[in-house]
């Protein structure tokens, strides 16, 4: 029986104990106990899960605040999971399912799972560089007066040493050191090993001073209290052990005492005799795993002594697979307790065979109340967040006048004369670019409401008064983050943004511009974003070959279709700025509505004569993702499908070929991305027994299924080819489907089948093959 609890360091030291147990447990029965009816691999990282106990109890049950927001590492979630089943915020059923469907997730799930997740993780590297966004999203808020300085907190990230590897990681923390982030913590479970290998040695010697050039405090956490004791006492010993390698290390764990005592004998002789006398195999094994991330005097010390809000990453060594039967083992990432190993284990951790879901398990009656009474005094997140909508008043947003423009250009003055308004719309908007502020027309809004800076800064030019067309002054009320050239710290920032309202109870509108085919520069920050739920809109400009001269690597072809797979994002590419202005308000709406989602608009550099309109019977099918320019005649042979900016031929060669084909349709797409779902979605219905058409069959219907489509888009040809498939119509798509050059738009439509020429070829293909 466990002594009675006195301190609060044993009642620590217990629960540490029973989240080694559960999490195990946890992926073993999924692997092992609960039937698997398709044969797949179901998988878990115990290894993994044991290597962090110790520092996430420390954390939950020690160091966090009410106001403190977590990012686990991937591999680390069935601790989180036992964590809030010790809390009583996760279930025994949920636990049981992990893995399976509606159970507790593979990896920590701000949407999917049941418990209180701050992030999401699982692409790595993105939940670490968030929670510098975060705090910086943090800073804004309090800045601006709309967040009370008491409740703000601390961000902490739990990060795989392999985790490292990711490039992301130092591109956020480059930004971080910009723009003076604080109040960070990132400790790095420091085991030495990554999925296939161990870690190279030679990087060790360079995170702390990669860190500390960025301005963070670095502490290291090698050894624990019971084994520096013993180095100390030992000199010879101590630098034989800063010695070994990584892979030696963990071979030594694996291996145990007896190879611990082999191998110092050879290394040291008779040096180390006195010493290896006064300690057994079994002492030796238990000495060398006191390692500072296992040992919670040392960790609890750690989180104390950092209560400022420098940031401090903190290196907490650790061995892969601790207290497990492969602790060490190089090919220890994936790997499982087998029945046998399991049972030998748990008869060691004196759990009861039939009691393993038990949360406080083998603690006995005399030790349970200081347990009990720790739990309690950590119950700050017991129930998930309420999110926070409907904060946000969103007038009717007119579009600008003239007429030509380009969407583009319609942007900004749309987001000035917001700007100019003021009102709780756009006092809510935070805006971001990486470096192409003024290229992608925000320079405007930013004259209007200046650069945000903690710290503010002189506008050099303007004190000295040069002239620009810049007035950017930086202080504490501006409201556009400037950011470096690096998409993946663009969509981090719009997820802190976009994150905002669930983070802090205060709901923002992020705007981000960047360049369209930038856009697959951080498109796993861009999923990532999504996959939280966050909310935001995303301005992407210039786009296509339409760019003209700037050439091949700046004309982009397949954002439409990366839109079009892409879950929790709404795509739209206007053709004129009444389209943007309807969907510019629908956006805002989106992203204060709990059934919303985020928005991203193509635009483009290209004026275009801007449409009359009889009335507003437009706005509604093209917020729905396309509607009739030019209305079709009943029992039409054909229809042009347009898309954006390349309206304008399609509109020419509708005037020219009207008159030779009667009942001639133009149907202007705005968002195939919706036009794609309601299909789907219809088709689902009717699966159901529910008969509704979709908005693209309505639309079709309206001429023949026998009659031919053109499709034109400045993007991959894909992106509206499909269309033929919705009621069976014959296609001829025209689009991009090779890389763009230099050019000016008459030289380049005519090589890439853009314009009239090829319309009207498309067309009488079309009405040869119906012939």
């Given at each position: ?126 939940g670490v560089a968030i929670t510098t966004f975060s705090s910086l999203i943090q800073d804004y808020l309090t800045a601006r007066g709309m967040m009370d300085e008491a409740d703000r ?617 119906n012939g």
């Open positions: 029986m466990l002594k009675p609890v006195t301190t609060d360091i044993e009642a620590l030291k217990i629960l540490d104990e029973r989240l080694r147990w559960l999490s195990a447990w946890t992926i073993h029965h999924a692997n092992h106990i609960r039937e698997n009816s398709d044969g797949l691999k179901v998988g878990g990282h115990q290894a993994s899960c044991a290597s962090m106990t110790a520092i996430m109890t420390a954390l939950y049950f020690h160091a966090l605040g009410p106001n403190d927001r977590v990012a686990v590492k991937p591999h680390a979630g069935p601790v989180l999971h036992a964590i809030h089943y010790l809390l009583g915020t996760q279930s025994r059923e949920a636990l049981e399912n992990f893995r399976g469907f509606g159970g507790a997730q593979s990896y920590p799930s701000r949407t999917k799972d049941k418990i209180p997740v701050d992030f999401s993780t699982g692409s790595v590297g993105l907190g601390r961000f902490v990230a739990l990060v795989g040493d392999a985790e490292l590897d990711e490039g992301n990681i130092y591109e956020a923390l480059i930004e971080g050191a910009k723009h003076d982030v604080r109040n960070l913590w990132w400790i790095l479970d420091y085991n030495r090993q990554s999925l296939d290998a161990t870690s190279a040695d030679r990087m060790f010697e360079r995170f702390d001073e990669i860190f500390r050039s960025c301005g963070w405090r670095v502490v290291e956490l090698r050894y624990g209290k019971r084994l520096k004791a013993a180095l100390d006492a030992h000199p010879k010993l101590k630098t034989w052990f800063d010695g070994l390698g990584n892979a030696e290390l963990s071979a030594l764990h694996y291996q145990g005492g007896a190879a611990l005592r082999k191998r110092i004998e050879a290394d040291l002789g008779m040096s180390a005799s006195a010493f290896l006398k006064a300690n057994d195999d079994a002492a030796l094994a238990s000495l060398f795993s006191d390692l500072g991330g296992h040992c919670m005097e040392s960790l609890v010390e750690a989180f104390d002594a950092a209560q400022d809000d420098v940031p401090t990453l903190f290196i907490a060594w650790t061995i892969k697979g601790n207290g497990l039967p492969f602790a060490g083992h190089k090919d220890n990432h994936a790997g499982l307790m087998n029945p046998t190993q399991m049972a030998a284990w748990r008869e060691a951790m004196g759990v009861t065979e039939g009691r393993e879901w038990e949360p406080l398990e083998s603690v006995g009656d005399n030790t349970r109340p200081g347990v009990e009474a720790m739990i309690e005094r950590s119950r700050f997140a017991r129930e998930k967040r309420q999110r926070a909508f409907g904060q946000i008043e969103v007038p009717t947003i007119p579009a600008p006048s003239g007429e030509e423009q380009s969407t583009q250009a319609a942007f900004g003055r749309i987001l000035l004369e917001i700007a100019k308004a003021g009102g709780t719309l756009a006092e809510r908007i935070v805006t971001t670019s990486p470096d192409v502020t003024v290229s992608t027309n925000l320079g405007a809004w930013v004259n209007q409401r200046g650069l945000f800076r903690r710290e503010g800064i002189d506008d050099i030019f303007a004190r000295e008064k040069i002239a620009s067309a810049q007035k950017w002054s930086s202080a504490k009320k501006g409201q556009h983050i400037e950011l470096g050239i690096a998409e993946n710290n663009l969509f981090l920032m719009l997820a802190a943004a976009g994150l905002a309202g669930d983070q802090f109870g205060t709901r923002l509108v992020p705007i981000g511009t960047l360049y369209d085919p930038f856009i697959a520069r951080g498109l796993d920050a861009l999923n990532y974003a999504c996959y939280q739920d966050a909310r935001f809109l995303l301005v992407a400009t210039p786009s296509g070959i339409t760019l003209g001269p700037e050439g091949g690597a700046h004309q982009s072809i397949n954002p439409p279709l990366i839109a079009l797979g892409q879950p929790g994002l709404r795509h739209y590419e206007p053709a004129y700025a009444d389209e943007l202005a309807a969907m510019m308000e629908l956006a805002f709406r989106l992203i204060d509505d709990p059934a919303g989602e985020s928005t991203y608009l193509r635009l483009s550099t290209r004026s275009v004569q801007q449409i009359e309109r009889q009335d507003d019977g437009w706005r509604d099918d093209a917020l729905k993702g396309a509607y009739w320019l030019r209305e079709p005649g009943a029992g039409s042979e054909a229809a042009i499908v347009a898309m954006g900016t390349v309206m304008p031929e399609a509109l020419a060669a509708w005037e020219e070929l009207r008159e030779d084909i009667p009942g001639l349709g133009l149907l202007s797409v705005t968002s195939p991305d919706l036009l794609h779902r309601g299909w789907t979605a219809a088709q689902a219905a009717r699966w159901a027994g529910e008969r509704q058409a979709s908005h693209i069959e309505q639309l079709l219907s309206r001429i023949g299924r026998n009659a031919g489509l053109v499709t034109i888009a400045d993007a991959a040809p894909a992106s509206l080819s499909w269309l033929g498939g919705v009621l069976g119509q014959r296609v001829a798509p025209l689009g991009v489907d090779r890389f763009g050059q230099t050019g000016n738009l008459s030289d380049l439509y005519a090589s890439y089948r853009l314009d009239g020429a090829a319309i009207t070829e498309a067309v009488a293909e079309i009405l040869l093959q």
